[in-house]
């Protein structure tokens, strides 16, 4: 059985950091693309940055590129997001998720597995 336990969601002042973790049991993550994902009230799940081939390539949304950093630690089976420089429009609930490699893509609909996300509220 998959599962995914995310942490480091909260609440945070404009400008200031959060760092997601999302651990996985039942797969290796290192054999995955995996990826952070977000959705805010009413509206759609959204790609944030995700990890889509094995050779480490990343694609991040426009909106947090330079801000947002994914990375993956094998030997913990976790993938983390480091949010810097926070906005208000960064509030939502943040998902991590893992699909097969080859789609190249950060887009919802790509991924299999998915974690129960962690709420980030940035406000000051």
């Known amino acids: 059985q998959v599962q995914f336990v995310e942490s480091g969601g909260g609440l945070e002042q404009p400008g200031g950091s959060l760092r997601l973790s999302c651990t996985a049991s039942g797969l290796t993550l290192d054999n995955y693309a995996v990826g952070w994902f977000r959705q805010a009230p009413g509206q759609e799940r959204e790609g944030v940055s995700c990890i889509v081939n094995s050779d480490g390539s990343t694609h991040s949304a426009d909106s947090v590129t330079g801000r947002f950093t994914i990375s993956r630690d094998s030997a913990k089976n976790t993938v983390y997001l480091q949010m810097d420089s926070l906005k208000p429009e960064d509030t939502a609930r943040y998902f991590c998720?893992?699909?097969?490699?080859?789609?190249?893509?950060?887009?919802?609909?790509?991924?299999?597995?998915w974690g129960q996300g962690t709420y980030v509220t940035v406000s000051s």
């Open positions: 998720a893992a699909g097969m490699y080859g789609s190249g893509w950060c887009h919802p609909s790509a991924y299999d597995y």
